[in-house]
């Protein structure tokens, strides 16, 4: 099966709403494919889905599918280079309780003509597609009211588009003990980051287009709730090295949140409200060495510098080695 436009997405539940209606999207010009682990029902199976087994991955895939940990949403890696190997010019993931709307993967183009945040450091998005108090899962909790003025529109080209979800958007652990009432965002046009405007985005409803495609890997040996928000931090750093922009679109999802223990939530997160500061702050500095000859070498560059602060630890290291060498 060869197509240009992928949808890819992991699971340990039997088929999901929101699998039935990618089912669907998959009638219409898109392809699909679902990347099982150790707990995913053995019988899975969905109509014109592709489905991965654990041995599907292993057979095709071999010693990067053995040395990623079973059991972490970071096995979701495989899904995108089995995309890529089938002819993949986007990609756009998601998760198996985000259901698409009528607007989801549509009309997806590099060119991205948004409103624009110049001013660096930390930048609270969500505070421009709505009123209410609410920040995305990573971002600084002393930036939760940071939203500077937005300049001037421009077109940019923007390799990585992040799309946002409805009802129950992606937040951290503290949002959610807080507030529970379902957040509607405003359908407005996009917002591009500039160069050190940083705001996290996640692996819930994000478009990649094949310029960024290195940029796709989940670091696997760090929490759960941490593996999308840092490898946004390093994505984000490496566009910028190579000339490129990070977007912010309308929600395009709803989501109808899986079970979650919310100070489980709160435990896995931790390393980032600790740890995120510093490595905004550390990819900034690798910013300033330049590009590598290819975006791939300039994001590889800077997973490594993330191992040797031991930010990731050392057992990272060959993962994201056979990542870059896939």
């Given at each position: ?60 895939f071999g010693e ?6 079973f059991r972490h ?198 390393s980032g409200y ?53």
């Amino acid at each position: 099966m060869s197509n240009e436009r992928w949808i890819v997405v992991t699971t340990i539940q039997a088929p999901t709403q929101a699998i039935e209606l990618i089912s669907s999207l998959c009638e219409s010009g898109w392809s699909a494919v679902v990347v099982g682990d150790t707990k995913t029902p053995k019988d899975w199976a969905a109509p014109n889905i592709t489905y991965l087994s654990v041995d599907d991955q292993i057979d095709m895939f071999g010693e990067i599918a053995r040395i990623i940990p079973f059991r972490h949403y970071s096995r979701k890696n495989l899904g995108y280079l089995y995309a890529i190997r089938h002819g993949a010019k986007i990609i756009l993931e998601t998760d198996d309780d985000n259901l698409p709307g009528a607007e989801f993967g549509g009309d997806l183009q590099l060119k991205v003509h948004g409103d624009v945040v110049t001013p660096r450091g930390w930048v609270n998005v969500y505070r421009y597609f709505t009123d209410t108090l609410i920040w995305p899962r990573g971002l600084s909790l002393e930036a939760i009211h940071t939203a500077p003025p937005l300049g001037p529109m421009g077109a940019f080209d923007c390799p990585i588009q992040q799309y946002l979800a409805d009802d129950d958007p992606d937040v951290d652990a503290i949002y959610r003990l807080l507030y529970k009432a379902p957040v509607q965002f405003v359908q407005r046009g996009p917002v591009v980051l500039r160069p050190g405007a940083w705001c996290p985005f996640n692996s819930q409803n994000t478009a990649f287009f094949e310029e960024a495609f290195p940029l796709l890997y989940l670091p696997c040996h760090v929490s759960f709730r941490m593996t999308d928000i840092w490898r946004s931090f390093v994505a984000q750093s490496s566009l910028w090295v190579h000339g490129y922009q990070l977007s912010f679109h309308k929600a395009t999802v709803r989501q109808l949140r899986n079970d979650h223990n919310l100070m489980r939530d709160f435990s896995d997160e931790i390393s980032g409200y600790i740890g995120n500061d510093s490595i905004v702050k550390l990819l900034d500095l690798e910013c300033k060495k330049g590009p590598e000859l290819t975006i791939s070498e300039t994001a590889h560059r800077m997973w490594k510098t993330l191992v040797a602060e031991k930010i990731i630890p050392q057992e990272e290291l060959p993962i994201i080695d056979a990542w870059f060498n896939a």
